[in-house]
Every structure is written in C-alpha cells, then in structure tokens.
C-alpha cells in the first residue's frame, strides 16, 4: 500500500495547505513547515517504492473505466526526479519567500502539481492518464500565476497550449476506447497492434502531439519561455527541470508500450520518410534553433528556458533512435538536465533575491560577492554544456556515438552545433553576471542564506558525482530499456564497457585531476602573485574611474548579430501565432461590444428576436 | 523657421545668398574697389599677388566681416592671429577671410588696448570662429565679450599667466617650474649606474 | 603503433610526455617565428626563442592578479591542454587513448578555452571581454566544419575512436590515408586546423592594433607564462590530431615531428601572406567553404563513392 | 657613488642569462622618435634577433621606451602606465628631449628631465638617435640586464616619496588606482630617507 501514500500525501498536503492559505494570509509559517513535512514523506516513500506493484480501485461511474495505478520502473526513474526536486523547490522557497513576497497559495498549487504529475506517472489506463494529466495542466497553470503580473498573462499562452494539448489527447483516448473496448494499456496495446496504417497514423498523431506540445517540441515551444521566465524563479527551477519532462515520459510510454518498439521505423508516409524520421528532425530543429535563440537574451531566465527547450531536443533524439545507446543517453538526459538546469536557476534566483535584478546587461562582477552562487552557475554551465567531468557530457557522449553509428552524420552535426551554441550562451550568462568590474551599486550584496545554499551544495555534488560514476543512474536506465523491451546499454560504474564504446569517466576525471595539479605546480614555480583592485586596470592610459561603466556586456556576440541578421530575435514562427493572437482579439472585441451589460440594449434584443420569430412563424404556419 | 540644430540661425545677417558669388576672379585693384565700395573701409591695399591688407577701427569690424560675408564674398574667415605690442600698450588682431571665387586672402588688421583686452566676439556670423578666440584668451587673455565658452583647451591643467604675451619670460618660468641638470662631463653614469641620479640638485625645486 | 605499455615504461611515459610536447611546441614556436621573419627577409629571433619568453615571463617579479578565478583558470588552461595530449595516440604511448575516442577529445580541447574564457572575465578589462566574445565566436566558427570531417571518417570506418581510425589508415601504407581516401574532407579540416591555431587570417582574437591583445590584455608574468605555455602545448596538440585523423598517424617520432613540421609549414606559409578577417567575415568564411566541401564528402561516404 | 655589486647564485646568472634575450618594449610614442622605431625593428636591423618584440599593454612589457618630450599632461599619463608596469621595468629615455628637454629646453610645458620623475634606466642620446644608436643601446642594455645591475627600477619603490613630490609638483596628485606603498611591502624594500 505505501505506492498509494505518494498520491494521498499531495492530496492532502493541498487539502492541508489551500485551507491554511483561505484562513490568513500570515500563516506562510506553518504553510512551509507542512510543505517540508510532506514533500519529505514522498520523498523518502519514493526511495522506498522501489518495487512494481499495482493496484486498482474499483467501482466508478462511468462503465467500463476500473482506475488502475502501477509503478513500473520508468515511472519509478521520473517519481523519484519530481520528489527530489520538489523538496529542493520547497527548501530553496524558504529562504526566499521571505520578507514581503507572500504567495499564500503557493505551496497549494505545488503539492496540486506533485499530485498530478504522479498521478499520471502512476496511470496505467489511457482515461487515468488523461484525467490526471488535465489536474497537472492546471496546476501548472495555477502556480505560473504566482509571480509577476507579467506572469498571468503569460500564464495564459501556457493555458491556450496545453488545453489544445488535452483535448487531442482525449479525442486519441475516446478513438482507442471505442476501437478495443477497453482503457487498459495492455488490451489497448494488442488492439494497436492490429491496426493497419491508416487508423496507426491517427493513433499516432492524436497520442504523440500533445506529448511534443507538452515537452515544447520545436514548432510548439513558444509558450515555454515567457511562461516559465516571469514567474517565481524558485518555481522556474521546479517547471524547468522537470515538469516539461512528463512530456517525454509520455513519448516514451506511448512509443514503446502503446504502439511497440518496432512500429516507429515500419510506419512509413512517403518516400521512405518515416515516423522515426520525422521525430529526429524535430528534436534537431528543438536543439538548434532555441539554443541560438537563447543566445541573444539578455535576461538570466529567458536565457535558460531557451536552454532547457534545446536540452530537450537530445532526449527526444535519443529516445528517437530506439538503439541501446541512444535511448539510454535520451533517459540519462532526462536526469542530467533536471539536475544541471535546477542548479542554474536555482544560482540565478541566488543572485535576483540578493540585487533584485537578472538583466545580463546591468550585473557584473559578483564572483566578490556571492562565491556559491558562483561555483553552483559554474558547475551548472559545465553540465549543460556537456564538458567533462561534468554528467551532461555522458548522456551526449552516448546520443553522439548512437547518431554516428547509426548513420545520421548531419543530424550528429545538428547535435554538435547546438553544443557550441550553449557554451557560447552559458559563458555570456556567467561573464555578464559574475566577471567584469563590479557595478557600485552592489557593492553591498552577500551571499545568501544557508537555506537557498543547500539546494545548490546537493545538485552540485550530484552533478560531479553522476558525471564521474554515471553507472549509478545508467543502472536504473538499463532496467528501464529492459522493461520496455529494448536491448539495455552495457554500462559500467565509471561509464560505458569497451564492448560499446570508448568512455571510461573515472579515468578522464582521475587525468583531468592530475594534470591540473601539475598545472598548479607549474603556476606555483613562479612568482608570488599580487592581489590588485578592479579598477588597478589597463586602459591606454586613462584613470578609470568608479562613474565609468568599464564592462562589456551589451551585444556580447555582435558578430554572430551580423550573420543572423537579427533572425533569431523575432523567427517567423512567433509572427504567425502573433498574428492568432491578433485575429483572436479582434473576435473577442467585436464579442465584448455585444454584450454591453446595460438593460436596454437587451431588451432591445429580445425585440428583436420576437419580431424574427414571429416572420418566421408566419412563413412557417 | 528656426532652425533647432543652429538657433543662432534665425538672428543670422547672412540669409540671402552672398551678391557675388558667380562670376569670374577679380583682380588685387578690383577688389579693394569692392571692398571700398561695399563695406566704406578705404585703406585696403594690394600686399602681394592675391593678398590683400588694410587696417579697421575696432567698433566696426563686425559690420565689416558681415559686408565681407554677405556683399562682397568672403565666405570663409580662415584665422584670427594676435600680436603683442607691448611697447604701444596694443594688442594687434587679424583677421584673414578668403574668397574661393577670387583665390584671394585680406587680412584686416586691428588694435586693441593691451591693459583691457577685450574684443565683440565674431562667432555669431562664424561658428568656428570660438576656437579662434578660445585660443587667443588661453594665450594672450583677450576676453572676447558674447562668446560663451571661453574655457581652455590646449592647456588644460595650466594655472600661470597667458604664456605668449611678451610680459612672461618663459626661460625664467621653465628654469624656476621644471628640475633640469646643470651639464656634468660623466653625467651618464650618474643615471645610468643603478644609482639614483643628483636629486635635482641642478634646477631649483621651487 | 606497437604494444599497450605496462609498468615502468607506462610511469616513465606519463612523467615525461607533457614535457616532450612542450620541447616539440618550443621548437615549433620558435620554427614558426623565423618562418615568418624569413618571409619579411628579417633574421628572426633564434630557434627557441618561446623558451626564452617562458623563462621571463616565469621569473617576473609582479604577476598582477584579479581574484583566485584568475589563478585557478590559468590552472585549469594548462592542465585542461596537458590532458588532452594524453588522450592522443603518439607512438609508444596509448595507454589512455583506449579509454576516450575523438568525441572526448574534442569535448576536452573545449576546456582550456573554457579555462581561458573564465580567467580573462575575472581580470575585469572590456578588451579581455571582446577578445574572449571574438574566440568563442570563432570556435563556432571553425569547430562545425572539423567536427563533420570527423564524423565522415568515424562513420567511414564505424569507430569513433582515435586509435582505430590510426590502425585503420596504417594498414594500408600511404593509401589508406585519411586524406587520400577522401581528399575533400581532408582539405575542410585543413581549412579549420587554420582556424583552430588562431593563425592569420584567423587571428582577429588578439588583434593587438584594436583590442590591445584581446584575452591576454591584462596578464602579465607568470599568468602570460601560462598562457605561451599552453600555447604550445597546443601547438603540439592540434597539429597531432590532424595527423592521426587525416595523415595516417605515426609509427615512430621521426615521422610525427617531421608531419608536424610539413603541416606547420603550410599553415605558417599562409600565415604569413594573409592580413586578419573580421570575425563575422571569418565565421561566414568557415561556413561558406570547409562546410560544404565537408558536407560534399560526407554525402560521398554516405552514397558509397567517398 | 658604490656600484652595488649584488652576490647572485649560479642558477640565478643561468636564468638571467636565459631570461635575457626575450624584450618586450612598450614604446610610448610621443615626440617625433617614434618614427625611429619602424626601421629597428623591419628587414635591415631586425630588433627581434636579440628578442626584442614590440608589446601592446604595461603588463607584458619589460621596457617603457619615451620616444621625445613630454608635456605635463602626458607626463600624467606615463606616469599612471609605468606604476601599471610588472616589475622588472626598464625606462628607456630616448632622445635628448628626456635628458635636459632637448630643443624645449626652454618651453613652459615640458618636462625637461625624465629621470626626476621616473627612474630611468638608460637614456639613448641624439636628436632622434638612428636606429643603429637604438641596437647599440639595447644591446647594452641585455649586457646590464646580464650582469645584474639593471635595477634602477627599484628605485621607484625605495624613494617613491621624491618622485611623488616632483610628479605633484608638475600636474597635482592623481589617483592611479595602483598601491605603490602597497608594491614596496610586496617587494620587502625598505624606504631609503631623504
């Protein structure tokens, strides 16, 4: 029964918390100390839950819907990510809800969100996942309103996408009902089995979109970055690291255990375009394109929700090959990037709470100030640039060589490509925020406190640790592929056995060490070093004063500028939803000039629709 | 219409078009015709192929240079020099305008008193002219009454006296500002031998 | 390419490898100077003259720091060089080449750079900034074309690992070359190799005339020590990967520093004849020229023909 | 006048003999002896045979070479580049302009002897000396280096309260950002009293 607690305790945690919120606004104390109690239970009950056990609960309205939970070891691999992240989410929103940001629903909506991702993670039938999936949807919605005002209105574009989402889903869910009789995965998986092609193409679309628009896939991507940058940067830590990953949980469930391993590559459209061909050049559209757009941001936030769509352009690559290697490296991912991209945030969000600002253009210089936020963005950009030692590296490592092998050398270089367009925006992000001459203004910013510290110390180790030892995650992964039925990866504690490949983490990380220490060796025969100020600075022979402005941070890649002609700001993918969005609002006006709320012009219309109806009465009579 | 960019435009004596522009150059004797003719001022004289030279009273050469401009085609006012006449007490300014029509410079000159050395300011008919006069108040301390920025700057950081005028003996100001060395046959080696040289014992270190 | 070493002959390898690279990178350096000198009809400075700038450099007085960031990228500059070179089959040392093929290699060349990035942001000068937005403009630049050559061979032979492609090409005598089997991708990487070793017209991050020497504006002493040292470490560095890649290797040092002198020479040669591109124009150059002809030669392998 | 003849160990005179032949020179290119330097350095006499290189900023170079005179403004200037220099630091005065203010000998606005406001190192005579005066003159140069004796720099450090009292006599205090005092602790000299 203790599977069933990690659905219980979000409940009630939400139950608990939205009545504390209703009572007072002041409680915020006890709110946080009920949301660290319960998101710790499901913690250490996540741990625990390791076996697969499934149960049902009977008796339900409607006919032939039996709710049925289950965790397999996929499922398991995702619970356990949201669990420690949102006890870090939690931990980290201690520290900074503090003076004056009170948002009383807060760990409401979070304890909601919980509940709803497990909830679908738990689902094994298609209406279970269906009605979970819309509890999360408008969790999500509710708690991106926490934040900005700017935030609700982005909030909104989150919503017009996601109920667009739910609503194919469902359409695939009553489609696959009345085709097998049943919700059940299984007996919907043997029927899947016997479609021919046609029926296999609506399947696939009406199951597979919502999960690409959820994951924010290339085409559907826009309301990721205006909706995760402008709400509370704790909670974009929570939404970017996990939460748009369901998405690729659902891709993986639907592809391996809905429609088998085998139909991605026999389900052909055109020449011999099929439709593993196509999810490749999506997830290569996904890493490239937002990663160069991500480029040009000259806020922190925006700048990694850009990232984190590119990043999950690797896993739906790697998932897409459906070779050992690569769908190892995709699910890897999936764990790399939850833990690189929480730990930036979470740095950035370091820095916003202590200067109040995350515009790259006006910070500079805060390496003095605040070291850990430092080292946690360091370790982070290394990760997500894919660097050794770092645990990015292996998961790419692992996509690289399955892309290769696998004959897709362009979409290999696509890969590559959108690597050095992260390292160029991730040093952008750390040279604009902590290098350069420290602003005045800062001059008295300190480091933060030791409950927004803790997040950053835990996801720093974790980084190092899973990108020394990567066998620690790869072990989960290979009893995942076995599950679904693929050939699991070779894998050993330090990296990949010899057999696959040539990788060994221990032993880049044991040379990486040794040739650093002769490198201190080296800098240490030399003098001694003399300590100077930032503004003891060479600038042909001017003083450089404190009025001036001695950074360079406005227009830092002005070359690639230049080539792109200013492309990426504003790609022709946005203009079409903005002019929707146009077209939508004008209707919405001309509605609103009809109901003008004063009596008259009601009354005026039930005139005349007496009138109308009677002509037509005497036509018809 | 004023003009935003220039508002000294509106309050510009020069707006029509200068009467002889067109035409072909005229000689050294035409124009000091010209000049007679249009401006009154008679003393202008040949000097030498395509100079021209005569003397002005100080209250009128403003209207002289706004006639030279506007009627006899002298757009161009390419210097304003200073000489000190410390024996009469007179400050000497020149004026020089050139015609590109006529390839041909005049220089009027005029005197000023020494002890009050100040002049009406020409830079509403110029506007370059301010460096001109900028550079005769650093170096001379004529106060060019209506220009307003008569800040330095060539010697920026200097506080003595207007260094040109003949009053300020500049080896005696060097010798007693600057550190020199009196000459010392191995004075090389003084420097050179990783020694300190003679803390100025030579130039006073007033 | 003969047997994995063990024992004794392993340690002494380690110990001595680095400096080995750092011989060769001298005389390279100072090869690469009186190249240069002799094409102005200049006398040039002697044949190790980098040794002599390390040595001073090393033993200046003041080494102005901006912060222990400063310290600890140079550091992690010459100690992210000094592990590449060991993940590169030389002859007689392969030890650790087993345990990274070229993907890691070419992951771990970005570190030193990275290195660099970070240990010029902390001295704080604007021109570090421009130079450090310039190089990493050009890594983008270079790295796409050579990257596609790589993965033309890699899928060519179906390894990605270093030491096979060598074993690969060797077994065939000069035949089996990477650059004689398909020239076109061979040509690309020599076009990004130039890149690569920031030689003219490749050489705008350290346009001394407009940003004062770009990264290296505010290092002095031993900081600019580290800076030549890794300098030619890696002139060793790139010039070997290319040989392993495209100029089947080496089967003993002779061969490897007299191929290294041969494609030093080239690069120098057009060093020496050519000013200094514009980034953006250096980037479009990359992308307009050893792309396509990369992208040629892949499409070739993939047909079959390649 | 003792010349301090400083005891060096064996491997001291090894590395300086080594450290020698790489000179890197910031020529501050006021006056008209800049001009000089071209020549010096291209195809006929080649500075670089002996390591000589031309350098951009005050960190990298060895040498602070004044190319003519100096006026109390760029004087702030120099100035604020030599305490920027790392030690060792050599101040080359070049031409006759540094030594006693040359044909300005008797101007208000320059400077009229370097070495009261700089330590200088070695002096190039000539109104602008050619550039076989400049080789002969570096060469020397390297020999004194060799021999150990190149440390005017020192100077600066050891009676830095002189050179501040001429400099502010010449163009006022100025804030240079670089902590002299500071240096004089870091190189453990003691302040030679006036």
């Known amino acids: 029964m203790n599977t069933s607690l990690l659905l219980i305790i979000p409940l009630a945690g939400f139950a608990v918390s939205a009545l504390l919120a209703t009572v007072s606004r002041r409680t915020m104390g006890i709110g946080k100390a009920v949301a660290i109690a319960g998101f710790t239970v499901v913690a250490i009950v996540a741990m625990a839950a390791r076996q697969e056990i499934n149960f049902t609960v009977t008796g339900s309205a409607i006919p032939g819907w039996t709710i049925q939970f289950g965790l397999t070891n996929l499922s398991w691999y995702f619970v356990l990510m949201i669990a420690a992240i949102t006890w870090l989410t939690t931990f980290f929103s201690l520290g900074a809800l503090r003076d004056g940001k009170t948002y009383p629903m807060f760990y409401a909506w979070l304890f909601a969100k919980t509940f709803g991702m497990i909830g679908v993670l738990l689902a094994r039938d298609l209406l279970t996942f269906f009605i979970l999936w819309e509890?999360?949807?408008?969790?999500?919605?509710?708690?991106?309103?926490?934040?900005?005002?700017?935030?609700?209105?982005?909030?909104?574009?989150?919503?017009?996408?996601?109920?667009?989402?739910?609503?194919?889903?469902?359409?695939?869910?009553?489609?696959?009902?009345?085709?097998?009789?049943?919700?059940?995965?299984?007996?919907?998986?043997?029927?899947?089995?016997?479609?021919?092609?046609?029926?296999?193409?609506?399947?696939?679309v009406l199951l597979l979109v919502p999960m690409l628009i959820e994951s924010a896939v290339y085409p559907a991507h826009w309301w990721l970055p205006p909706a995760y940058a402008n709400t509370e940067t704790g909670i974009t830590a929570y939404l970017a690291g996990i939460s748009t990953r369901i998405g690729v949980y659902g891709v993986v469930i639907f592809l391996f255990t809905v429609f088998g391993p085998g139909t991605m590559a026999k389900l052909s459209v055109g020449y011999h375009l099929n439709l593993q061909v196509i999810i490749m050049a999506l997830a290569a559209f996904t890493m490239v394109v937002p990663t160069f757009t991500a480029l040009f941001q000259h806020d922190a936030k925006q700048l990694m929700t850009w990232h984190s769509i590119g990043q999950g352009g690797y896993m739906l690559m790697g998932i897409a090959t459906a070779s050992s290697l690569g769908v190892a490296g995709g699910l890897f991912h999936v764990f790399n990037h939850m833990a690189y991209v929480s730990l930036i945030v979470f740095s950035i969000a370091a820095v916003e709470y202590r200067t109040g600002t995350t515009n790259l253009n006006s910070l500079g210089g805060l390496i003095k100030k605040q070291p850990v936020a430092f080292l946690g963005l360091l370790f982070g950009i290394i990760g997500l640039a894919g660097i050794p030692p770092m645990n990015g590296f292996v998961s790419k490592w692992l996509v690289y060589r399955s892309l290769i092998l696998g004959g897709y050398p362009f979409l290999a270089l696509a890969a590559f490509i959108a690597t050095l367009g992260t390292i160029l925006s991730v040093y952008k992000l750390i040279h604009n925020m902590f290098l350069g001459q420290l602003p005045e203004r800062y001059n008295e910013v300190k480091e933060v406190g030791f409950l927004m510290q803790l997040p950053i110390w835990i996801l720093m180790a974790t980084v190092?640790?899973?990108?020394?030892?990567?066998?620690?995650?790869?072990?989960?992964?290979?009893?995942?592929?076995?599950?679904?039925?693929?050939?699991?990866?070779?894998?050993?504690?330090?990296?990949?056995?010899?057999?696959?490949?040539?990788?060994?983490?221990?032993?880049?990380?044991?040379?990486?060490?040794?040739?650093?220490?002769?490198?201190?060796?080296?800098?240490?025969?030399?003098?001694?070093?003399?300590?100077?100020?930032?503004?003891?600075?060479?600038?042909?022979?001017?003083?450089?004063?404190?009025?001036?402005?001695y950074n360079f941070n406005y227009n830092f890649y002005s070359a690639f500028d230049h080539i792109f002609e200013h492309r990426f700001h504003n790609p022709p993918v946005k203009r079409g939803e903005g002019a929707l969005v146009a077209l939508l609002e004008r209707a919405s006006e001309f509605a609103r000039r009809i109901y003008t709320g004063r009596l008259n012009t009601y009354l005026a219309y039930s005139l005349a629709a007496v009138v109308l109806a009677v002509v037509i009465l005497k036509e018809v009579l | 219409m004023s003009n935003t960019l220039n508002p000294r435009e509106t309050a510009d004596p020069r707006q029509k078009r200068p009467a002889a522009a067109a035409g072909p150059a005229r000689t050294e004797e035409e124009l000091t015709r010209a000049i007679a003719a249009e401006t009154g001022a008679a003393d202008f004289t040949y000097k030498s192929p395509r100079r021209v030279e005569g003397s002005i009273p100080e209250q009128d050469l403003h209207s002289f240079a706004a006639a030279m401009y506007s009627r006899v085609g002298f757009e161009h006012l390419s210097a304003i020099s200073c000489v000190d006449w410390i024996n009469d007490g007179e400050f000497e300014l020149v004026y020089h305008f050139w015609s590109y029509r006529d390839n041909c410079l005049v220089s009027a000159h005029t005197r000023i008193d020494r002890a009050a050395a100040t002049m009406a300011t020409i830079t509403d008919l110029w506007q370059p002219a301010s460096f001109f006069e900028r550079d005769i108040h650093e170096m001379f301390g004529v106060v060019f009454a209506g220009n307003t920025d008569l800040e330095k700057y060539i010697l920026t950081d200097w506080d003595g006296p207007p260094p040109m005028r003949k009053d300020f003996v500049t080896r005696k100001f060097a010798h007693e500002h600057f550190h020199y060395k009196d000459y010392e046959p191995d004075w090389d080696e003084l420097v050179q031998g990783g020694y300190h040289s003679n803390r100025g014992e030579g130039g006073t270190n007033g | 390419m003969n047997s994995v070493n063990t024992g004794i002959q392993l340690v002494v390898w380690i110990i001595a490898y680095p400096f080995i690279a750092f011989t060769v990178g001298v005389f390279m350096g100072g090869y690469g100077r009186k190249f240069t000198a002799r094409l102005q009809r200049r006398v040039g400075p002697s044949w190790v003259q980098p040794f002599f700038d390390v040595i001073k450099l090393m033993r200046k007085r003041t080494n102005i720091s901006h912060g222990y960031m400063h310290d600890v990228a140079m550091m992690m500059l010459v100690g992210g060089t000094i592990m590449t070179l060991y993940f590169i089959p030389v002859p007689g040392f392969t030890y650790f080449a087993q345990y990274g093929d070229f993907l890691v290699i070419a992951y771990l060349i970005l570190v030193p750079s990275l290195g660099m990035a970070l240990g010029v942001g902390e001295t704080a000068n604007p021109n570090g900034s421009i130079g450090i937005a310039r190089a990493l403009q050009m890594l983008a630049g270079y790295e796409v074309p050579f990257v596609l050559t790589f993965i033309g061979m890699a899928m060519l032979n179906g390894t990605t690992s270093m030491l096979d492609l060598v074993r690969i090409q060797q077994s065939g005598g000069m035949a089996t070359w990477g650059i004689v089997t398909n020239p076109l991708l061979g040509i690309a990487a020599v076009m990004a190799l130039q890149g690569m070793m920031n030689e003219k017209p490749f050489e705008v991050i350290v346009a001394p005339h407009e940003i004062a020497t770009g990264p290296m504006t505010e290092m002095g002493g031993k900081y600019l020590g580290m800076m030549f040292i890794q300098h030619l470490i890696n002139l060793f560095v790139e010039t070997t990967i290319y040989i392993n890649l495209f100029l089947g290797g080496a089967q003993n040092w002779v061969e490897l520093i007299v191929k290294q002198f041969i494609l030093f020479t080239l690069i120098l040669s057009v060093n020496g004849v050519f000013g200094r591109f514009r980034t953006d124009d250096a980037v479009r150059f990359m992308w307009k020229v050893p792309l396509p002809l990369a992208a040629l030669g892949v499409v070739g392998i993939m047909l079959g023909i390649g | 006048m003792e010349k301090r003849l400083t005891q060096r160990s064996a491997w001291d005179k090894v590395l300086t003999n080594l450290q020698k032949r790489s000179l890197w020179m910031l020529h501050y290119c006021t006056g008209c002896g800049a001009v000089e330097l071209p020549p010096t350095m291209t195809a006929r006499f080649d500075m670089e045979r002996f390591g000589i290189m031309p350098m951009v900023t005050p960190r990298q170079a060895d040498i602070l070479l004044i190319t003519g005179y100096l006026s109390v403004k760029t004087l702030k200037r120099v100035v604020l580049i030599y305490e920027q220099m790392q030690a060792p630091k050599y101040v080359v005065g070049f031409g006759s302009c540094t030594i006693n203010g040359g044909m300005y000998w008797n101007s208000y606005a320059t400077m009229k002897s370097l070495d009261q406001y700089l330590p200088v190192e070695m002096y190039l005579a000539g109104c602008m000396p050619r550039p076989e005066a400049i080789i002969s003159g570096f060469t020397g140069l390297i020999e004194r280096i060799d021999r150990g004796e190149a440390n005017t720099w020192e100077d600066y450090y050891k009676n830095y309260e002189f050179y501040r009292k001429n400099q502010e006599h010449l163009f006022g205090s100025i804030e240079t950002n670089v902590d002299v005092v500071g240096d004089r602790q870091y190189y453990k000299f003691t302040e030679v009293q006036q």
């Open chain 1, 135 to 204: 509890i999360m949807s408008w969790a999500t919605y509710f708690l991106m309103q926490q934040g900005t005002d700017t935030a609700r209105r982005a909030s909104t574009s989150y919503l017009v996408y996601a109920i667009a989402a739910s609503m194919i889903l469902f359409a695939g869910v009553i489609f696959l009902y009345r085709a097998s009789g049943s919700y059940d995965f299984t007996r919907v998986a043997a029927t899947v089995a016997g479609f021919e092609t046609g029926t296999l193409i609506t399947t696939v």
């Open chain 1, 464 to 549: 190092l640790v899973t990108g020394i030892f990567p066998g620690l995650i790869l072990g989960w992964v290979a009893q995942i592929q076995i599950s679904l039925g693929l050939e699991p990866i070779a894998y050993t504690l330090t990296g990949v056995s010899p057999t696959v490949g040539q990788l060994n983490m221990g032993v880049i990380t044991s040379v990486f060490a040794a040739t650093f220490v002769l490198a201190a060796l080296i800098f240490f025969a030399g003098g001694r070093r003399r300590h100077v100020s930032q503004y003891n600075n060479y600038a042909a022979g001017h003083f450089v004063t404190k009025e001036v402005k």
